[in-house]
C-alpha cells in the first residue's frame, strides 16, 4: 500500500538528520562496500580547493566499462537482495549503469 508522505512524516518542509532517520525505523544503517579499482592516484590528482571536484573530469575516470561491471559484480556479491543506492559524479553515468545493469539482468 502507498502511503502518502503526509502519513509517514507529520511536516513535510522538517528537517531530519539521516541518523534520525534511522532511529525512527524509516532508513537502516548503510553499510559502505569500498572496491579499489586503481584510480586513487588519479582522482587525487583532480583534487581542487575546497575539496571540490570537476565532476565531469571523475566521471571520465570511473565511467568505464572495466569499472562499471566491478560495480555490478560487487553488488552482487554483497547487496543483491537488498535496497541499494548508487552514487555516481554526473546523472549520465547513472543512465550508463542501469543500462549494464538491465544487460547483466
Known amino acids: 500500500m502507498i502511503k502518502k508522505l503526509k502519513e509517514i512524516f507529520p511536516e513535510i518542509t522538517a528537517q531530519i538528520t539521516i541518523k534520525e532517520l534511522i532511529k525512527a525505523g524509516l532508513l537502516v544503517k548503510p553499510e559502505v562496500f569500498i572496491r579499489d579499482v586503481g584510480i ?19 566521471a571520465a575516470i570511473i565511467n568505464t566499462t ?39 539482468n
Open 40 to 58: 586513487k592516484e588519479k582522482i587525487y590528482n583532480l583534487y581542487q580547493k575546497n575539496q571540490e571536484y570537476d565532476l565531469n573530469k571523475v
Open 66 to 104: 572495466v569499472i562499471n561491471s566491478e560495480v555490478i559484480s560487487y553488488w552482487k556479491k554483497y547487496a543483491q537482495n537488498r535496497q541499494t543506492v548508487i552514487f555516481a559524479p554526473i546523472l549520465n553515468m547513472l543512465t550508463i549503469l542501469q543500462k549494464h545493469f538491465k544487460s547483466r
